[in-house]
């Protein structure tokens, strides 16, 4: 099929799929300003990834810092009360509906951003003027629909997130509307020469995943029900357990369901930092797990960035995929364990308690919601 064919194939899917969101935004200064947060890392991270794409620059997101900057912009680096959520948070008076959310906001958009470059270029990078021109796509696509959000959540405007087609216009400016090829990756396919490289006429598949983030994100601004503290964010320390362990070496910070460590998504990325972290082990499954509470490797423990332990993801590849955060988005998605899609699949999780002062495991619990829920992965040798 020519590329034509596949722009248009990607636009008839993009009509189908439609633009995701609730159609009515709750309102609020503090709900809007971190959605404002939220546009700027993850505008930030693909600007890293973009760079890195780049053929003549350094290969590497974290080049000069990249990466470290923009974490440290949103979660204030060393110092958290200078994060962008926390002081929204700390205004007085304030009208924030959740509170101590950044490491969960840190941990939907990591995923939102690895799901984008995994899609578009997977590791390990291959440098080309076409990968680091769809990522720039991708970043513009997602801050148009962001902001059409964050004007829905601020109060005296219209709660309608496409109020006067602003998701609309965002959507066609993207995808061309009805001249698929002027959709931002259409052009850039149909340069002669390019240097585009495989996938092709994946347009709507990332516009699919930029309206499922949309959707994690503002699901995760809104949930009352939980609230998860700033020390979830997955920064690296050297704190590990307390004495050596027999089974388990150590543990990685907290996750949702859609792991995302070493800038890299599922199982591949535990396993990166658990060796990185802790040469010579891998992840722990839920086998292992109870090998090491039995071991006593359990009493006390704390992750790298010296929390205490109080729960692991449930870690077994012999169990029911959908309840192991399997991406199991239609057609695009990887079908792999631990990389969730999105909050509106059918796909869950199972974990399991630790009372950290007895290194007791508690039963084994299912139907958790990959996104919403976190825990921790353990490392065993």
Not at 81 to 87: H, L, N, R, S
Not at 229 to 236: K, R, V
Not at 252 to 279: D, E, I, K, M, Q
Not at 359 to 368: A, E
Request: overall charge neutral.
């Amino acid at each position: 099929m020519s590329k034509i064919g596949l722009v248009a194939m990607a636009a008839l899917t993009t009509l189908l799929l439609g633009v995701s969101g609730p159609a009515f935004a709750q309102q609020g200064k503090c709900l809007a300003g971190k959605t404002k947060c939220v546009g700027k890392k993850a505008g930030g991270l693909i600007k890293c990834h973009q760079l890195a794409e780049s053929p003549g620059k350094v290969p590497d997101p974290n080049a000069g810092g990249c990466v470290d900057k923009v974490v440290a912009k949103f979660d204030g680096g060393a110092d958290p009360t200078k994060g962008c959520f926390e002081k929204l948070e700390n205004k007085s008076p304030n009208d924030c509906i959740t509170f101590d959310d950044t490491g969960t906001g840190e941990a939907v958009v990591d995923s939102c951003v690895a799901a984008f470059v995994q899609a578009i270029d997977p590791a390990p990078i291959t440098q080309s003027k076409c990968g680091a021109g769809k990522k720039k796509c991708v970043a513009k696509y997602l801050k148009a629909v962001l902001k059409c959000h964050q004007l829905a959540q601020t109060p005296g405007k219209s709660t309608d997130p496409n109020f006067a087609g602003c998701l609309d216009k965002a959507a066609a400016k993207y995808t061309g509307g009805p001249d698929p090829t002027k959709g931002c990756f259409a052009k850039l396919e149909a340069k002669v020469p390019n240097d585009c490289g495989l996938p092709l006429g994946n347009s709507a598949a990332l516009q699919a995943l930029v309206n499922d983030c949309v959707d994690d994100v503002i699901d995760f601004e809104t949930d009352t029900t939980t609230t998860t503290s700033t020390t979830l964010a997955t920064t690296t320390t050297t704190s590990t357990l307390p004495s050596g362990g027999v089974v388990l070496q150590g543990a990685l910070t907290a996750t949702p369901g859609r792991f995302n460590y070493n800038l890299t998504v599922g199982l591949p990325g535990a396993n990166a930092a658990c060796a990185s972290n802790f040469p010579g082990t891998h992840y722990c499954t839920y086998a292992e797990l109870q090998n090491a509470e039995a071991a006593g490797d359990l009493v006390g423990l704390q992750d790298m960035a010296a929390m205490t332990v109080t729960s692991f993801w449930a870690i077994d590849n012999s169990a029911d995929p959908l309840q192991q955060c399997k991406d199991d988005t239609p057609m695009t998605g990887s079908l792999l364990n631990w990389e969730y899609p999105s909050a509106h699949t059918v796909t869950r999780g199972s974990k399991v308690t630790l009372t950290n002062g007895t290194g007791v495991l508690g039963p084994l619990q299912t139907g958790l919601q990959c996104n919403f829920s976190t825990a921790w992965v353990g490392c065993c040798l």
